[in-house]
């Protein structure tokens, strides 16, 4: 059974420049959840997908997006990125979330801004 | 609110010795807990988990146990190898399924 996908795993971008992220889940899994990982601020949660609805969403400001396709696979999108963007983003999917569910985590795409 | 308080670290321990990482959380409700691990330039993996009070999670020799009354989910395993050397991140779910992560701390086993 394939776990979940992260692509690419590193990216090197200019500040200014704007940069997409994708997350291929669990077959069958209908919940993509987003994270981003730093030093300084730890794992904070970006935002939730289930059936390509944003179901829950934490607090970044509106340069950060995402979207979900009719197959589960998920994308986030950083526009005009800042230095400080620079991170470890981790999806994790879900069969439909919730407590019970056990969610599973990628690898990450390390993320440097120049 | 919710939040996750854990351990400051590094701790390094030599290999066969105790290891506790003390974890507590303040969340309303019932929150499910849990303990992640990762290993350098991975993400992150589920150690175990515990999703009402008393619940006992173990998995590979580790060990913790919901305690509502303490409002902790200490992490425990009675003789570390070499191969634990990692992060250990404490984790609580509560509604609206995203995880609330403690800040880390960093395990090093020397033999």
């Known amino acids: 059974k394939a776990g979940v996908t992260q692509t690419p795993r590193y990216l090197i971008k200019t500040r200014g420049q704007q940069v997409t992220l994708s997350c291929s889940p669990i077959?069958?899994?209908?919940?993509v959840s987003w994270y981003q990982q730093t030093p300084g601020q730890g794992l904070q949660f970006l935002f939730e997908?289930?059936?390509?609805?944003?179901?829950n969403k934490g607090n970044f400001p509106g340069r950060f997006s995402g979207r979900q396709f009719s197959n589960s696979r998920s994308e986030m999108n950083v526009s005009t990125l800042e230095l400080g963007d620079s991170a470890l983003y981790l999806c994790?999917?879900?069969?439909?979330?919730?407590?019970?569910?056990?969610?599973?985590f990628g690898s990450g795409t390390r993320l440097t801004v120049v | 609110g919710n939040s996750v308080t854990q351990m400051e670290g590094p701790v390094t321990l030599s290999e066969e010795a105790f290891l506790t990482i003390n974890c507590t959380y303040t969340?309303?409700?019932?929150?499910?807990l849990f303990w992640y691990v990762q290993y350098p330039g991975e993400g992150l993996q589920l150690l175990l988990k515990?999703?009402?009070?008393?619940d006992k999670g173990s998995n590979k020799g580790f060990e913790a146990t919901y305690r509502k009354e303490t409002t902790s989910f200490h992490l425990e395993k009675g003789s570390v190898q070499v191969s634990d050397s990692a992060v250990y991140f404490c984790?609580?779910?509560?509604?609206?399924?995203?995880?609330?992560f403690g800040t880390g701390t960093s395990l090093t086993v020397i033999p």
């Open positions: 994790a999917s879900s069969l439909s979330g919730g407590n019970n569910y056990g969610y599973t």
């Open positions: 969340a309303t409700g019932y929150p499910s």
């Open positions: 997908y289930f059936s390509e609805t944003q179901r």
């Open positions: 515990a999703t009402k009070a008393d």
């Open positions: 984790a609580l779910q509560n509604t609206g399924n995203q995880f609330y």
């Open positions: 077959s069958g899994h209908r919940s």
